[in-house]
Structure formats: structure tokens, C-alpha cells
């Protein structure tokens, strides 16, 4: 699975003339495998507009480096596990009790994972999307059964697709 970033240069450096091309590179968690390049030849054009690029779900971060006359190198943070082992939601689909978990900062938003603060409770019912079928698939209902369940970083099975929890699990308009 995918999650999208998107790389802007800061205004107060969109004048220079030192740096006109650069090079993202994403950084997976735990070092394996090595360091992925993104995208080359990024100009500061498309840097000043926001370049968006889908990134492996196990890259966690990297570096942006301007390769003008300039080569300063910029850290950046994605979304990304940064390590393991972590601390999950453990749910329990209604229809079939299957068992899921699902990292605590993201969930899907419009077909890309994204960032939340939420938190949820042993017993809330939620709606969620298998991590095999992406953002994008089939959404289902599920029961919290541990808020603290540890599993290793970039595991998960699955990802909350719905920040508001259902009225449970016989909800027929969220769940199926």
C-alpha cells in the first residue's frame, strides 16, 4: 500500500539562484531495503507549485537535496512506521469476526492515507478498509478489542476508513 506526500520549496527561498534542480530520496523504516530515489530533476518550479508523489507505505521519511550550485539537504517525515515493534487498534469484523488491526495515526481520507489525532475505545464500532485492497476497496464494520495491541511496524491489515464511529454493528447504511 501507498500513501501520497507532497513536497513544497518554502516561499522565502523561491528567488535563489543556487539551487534550480532536486532529488527526493525516501528512507524505509529500519533501513530495509536501502534508500528509494522518488523522483530526480524536480525543478524548483515544480517545487514552488507542490509535487505530489505516491510512496511505499514502509518509507518514513528522507531527504530533499537541491543539486545546483547549492547542495543543502532538506530532512522530511511521512507517514511512514518508524518502529517496531508498535502499538495497533485489534478489531473484530461484524459480519464475520475476522481480526484486523490498524495503525493508530492514519486512516483513509478520499483514497489516501492520512494523518489523525483520533482516538478510539475498547467496544467502539468502526468502519475500515482491508490494507490489500487499499483506500479505495471494499469498506466493513468492525468492534475495537484492544486499544494497545503490539505488532511490528508496518503490519497492519488494515486501515480505519471513517473518523465517526457507527451506532454498531447493526448500523445498515455504514456497515456491511
Known amino acids: 500500500m501507498a500513501y501520497s506526500v507532497t513536497f513544497t520549496l518554502n516561499a522565502l527561498y ?3 539562484t543556487q539551487a534550480d534542480d532536486f532529488t527526493i530520496i525516501g528512507q524505509h523504516s529500519n533501513g530495509s531495503p536501502g534508500d528509494t530515489t522518488i523522483s530526480t ?7 514552488t507549485a507542490g509535487v505530489t508523489y505516491q ?3 514502509t518509507i518514513t521519511g528522507g531527504t530533499v537535496t537541491s543539486t545546483g550550485v547549492c547542495t543543502n539537504q532538506v530532512p522530511w517525515t511521512g507517514l511512514g512506521a518508524t518502529s517496531s515493534p508498535s502499538v ?3 478489531f473484530e469484523r461484524c459480519t464475520d469476526n475476522a481480526i484486523y488491526h490498524a ?3 492514519a486512516y483513509c481520507l478520499g483514497g489516501n492515507i492520512t494523518l489523525t ?3 478510539y475505545s475498547v467496544d467502539d464500532v468502526i ?3 482491508d490494507n490489500g485492497t487499499g483506500c479505495d476497496g471494499s469498506t ?3 468492534t475495537i478489542t484492544d486499544v494497545n495491541f503490539s505488532a511490528n511496524a508496518g503490519t497492519q491489515t488494515a486501515y480505519v476508513s471513517r473518523l465517526t464511529p457507527m451506532d454498531g454493528c447493526d448500523d445498515t447504511i455504514h456497515c456491511q
Open 117 to 119: 489525532t483520533l482516538t
Open 14 to 16: 523561491t528567488g535563489t
Open 41 to 47: 530533476a524536480v525543478t524548483k518550479a515544480q517545487l
Open 55 to 57: 510512496v511505499a507505505d
Open 103 to 105: 495503525r493508530k495515526d
Open 127 to 129: 468502519q475500515f478498509v
Open 140 to 142: 466493513y464494520c468492525a
Open 88 to 90: 495497533f487498534y485489534r
